[in-house]
């Protein structure tokens, strides 16, 4: 197996460029929700989140590099470069309302996004939804992964879940996903959090009862983050909650955007 060094000296390349895909457009909708996935993830996760958000949202993921449709890309490997092309990535689609949801590493770059757009004094989202990843003020309770060799690499993705073993055990297959899963997990690993202004918008954050990753203590700490209301929701199942109880979830964002 190759270190984490060697690894990340792979990923060899211009850094991509950050995209959206959107799975249902609806130009009259009331209401964008742009999506940010987990590590290592794409934007294919939110392709069937439309027919559960309703006629007055639009679902908009973000689709990073190195991934589907940017395979090939470098991806980015620490949060403000990526959260600055997000930025560039999303133009107009900013224009209209808008609300962002992210899942494990994406809840730290919607956290961070959120915060450029306030810092640049541009329109703060309507709500921020916050799911399976513990507060960023925090101290991180997990190891620096990105750094492991290969063979602990997977070691700790199989720990989080969400993998198939079959996925696991391709070792063609994940060597083309590693140096994406590690770039991720560096985004990750080399967060520190910078105090600053306060959010004003609405947070709630999310996250499965079974998943060791974010128990209910780093979940309500969110609320320090925002001097808009705060409201925590769990659902069943662990660190991948959202793909078992993807509908449940979608009745939370919902009725907390519409009210319906």
Known sequence: MTTG????DAVAGRVGEVGVV?????PGAALRLICFPYAGGGASVFASW??????????CAVQLP????RLGQRPFQ??????SAVEAGLGGLLDEPFALFGHSMGALVAFEFARRLAARGRPAPAHLFVSARPAPHLPRPWPRAHLLP??????RIRQIGGTPAQVLADARLMRLVLPVLRADFAVNDGYVHRPGPLLDCPVTALGGRDDPEAPPRVLEAWARHTTGPFRLHRFDGGHFYLREHRDDLLRVLRESLTGR
């Open 22 to 26: 959107r799975p249902r457009p609806l």
């Open 66 to 69: 190195g991934r589907e449709s």
């Open 5 to 8: 060094r060697a690894a990340a």
């Open 50 to 59: 439309p027919a559960g958000t309703g006629p007055d949202i639009e679902v």
């Open 150 to 155: 290969d063979d602990q690499l997977i070691d």
């Open 78 to 83: 620490d949060v403000r470069t990526l959260v």
